[in-house]
């Protein structure tokens, strides 16, 4: 995420706020699980998110085989 997703969709957007956070819930296992917040100010910044994640996304899971599972949601400020 670090090296490769989050630069990429910096530089793809200018002024692209990016928020990583690790999620606090009970689980039972040693697994750790993070969420990434894009927050982006127009449908345009929304469009090219759209166009490039899958393919970011799979490029991180080609590299982290089954540790690296991913979904997205579109959420709106209210």
Do not use: W
């Amino acid at each position: 995420m670090d090296r490769n997703y989050l630069p990429t969709m910096q530089d793809m957007i200018q002024g692209i706020r990016v928020e990583l956070y690790e999620v606090m819930a009970v689980i039972h296992d040693d697994s750790t699980n993070f969420s990434c917040q894009l927050l982006c100010k127009s449908p345009e910044e929304l469009e090219t998110i759209n166009k490039y994640n899958t393919i970011l996304m799979d490029n991180l899971s080609g590299h982290l085989g089954e540790k690296c599972l991913h979904f997205s949601s579109i959420l709106k400020e209210i």
